[in-house]
């Protein structure tokens, strides 16, 4: 069975950058497009980009495009979030999922959840 993990998470200040990484064990992530998520309180969960499983495709929420950049190495099993300019509105919990298949952008087309990291942005 899948299982992720999310890390990379921290405090950072408007204006600064922070790299999430997703590592997959218990199978081969080349297998999976990856989906990021997150969750700020109070909020519904929302998609912020996504990777097939060759990195030749990818896909990202309208509030990130030019500021966050998603990649992958299949061969570490990992896939990455870098975020750049981070925003206030940025400061969420930030998941990474799995699903067979191309990108998608609901939650609920992933079979695989890891356990969340969190992103704070604040001066």
């Known amino acids: 069975q899948l299982q992720l993990v999310e890390s990379g998470g921290g405090l950072v200040q408007p204006g600064g950058s922070l790299s999430l990484s997703c590592s997959a064990s218990?199978?081969?992530?080349?297998?999976?497009?990856i989906g990021w998520f997150r969750q700020a309180p109070g909020k519904e969960r929302e998609f912020v980009a996504g990777i097939n499983w060759s990195g030749g495709s990818t896909e990202y929420a309208d509030f990130v495009k030019g500021r966050f950049r998603v990649s992958r190495d299949n061969a570490k099993n990992t896939v990455d979030l870098q975020m750049n300019r981070l925003k206030p509105e940025d400061t969420a919990n930030y998941y990474c999922?799995?699903?067979?298949?191309?990108?998608?952008?609901?939650?609920?087309?992933?079979?695989?959840w890891g356990q969340g990291t969190q992103v704070t942005v604040a001066s």
């Open positions: 218990g199978s081969a992530l080349d297998s999976w497009a």
């Open positions: 999922a799995a699903r067979t298949g191309p990108i998608r952008i609901g939650g609920n087309a992933y079979e695989y």
